[in-house]
C-alpha cells in the first residue's frame, strides 16, 4: 500500500475557490473515476490558506497511472480552465509519497 499526502497553498483570496473545487469536483467526480481513493482531507485554522489530503493507492505503478490518467482527463481540464478565468486557485503544492515503515502497525 502507498500513500501519497498533498498540500496546497492557495493564491492570495483564492483558498475557499480552491477548497470548494476539491470538494465539488476534484474529491467528488475524478478521484473516483481514476482510482485515487481519498483517506481524507484537512484544513487548519492557522494556516487559512491550505489544503491537505491524502490519498492511498495499491502500489506505485497504480499510483502513477491514478495521477497521469486524472491528469489526461478533458473534463478536468475544462473544469480547471473555467474555475481559473480570475487567475489560478494555486501557489504552490508539495507531494509526499510514503509506504508503511512496519508492517502490521495501524495508521490511527
Known amino acids: 500500500m502507498i500513500y501519497e499526502i ?16 476539491f470538494a465539488d469536483n476534484v ?9 485515487i481513493e481519498l483517506v481524507g482531507a484537512f484544513t487548519s485554522p492557522e494556516e487559512d490558506g491550505r489544503l491537505t489530503y491524502m490519498t492511498r493507492f495499491a502500489d506505485e505503478a497504480a ?4 495521477w ?16 481559473e478565468t480570475d487567475g489560478p486557485l494555486l501557489k504552490s503544492q508539495t507531494v509526499s509519497v510514503l509506504s508503511p515503515a512496519i508492517a502490521g502497525l495501524p495508521l490511527a
Not at 474529491?27 to 482510482?35: N, Q
Not at 499510483?63 to 491514478?66: L, V
Not at 497521469?68 to 480552465?81: L, Q, T
Request: proline share 4%.
Open 68 to 83: 497521469a490518467s486524472f491528469a489526461a482527463d478533458p473534463e478536468w481540464a475544462a473544469v480547471k480552465a473555467s474555475s
Open 6 to 21: 498533498r498540500v496546497y497553498e492557495a493564491a492570495e483570496g483564492r483558498a475557499e475557490a480552491m477548497r470548494r473545487r
Open 27 to 35: 474529491a467528488a467526480r475524478f478521484f473516483p473515476r481514476h482510482g
Open 63 to 66: 499510483r502513477k497511472q491514478a
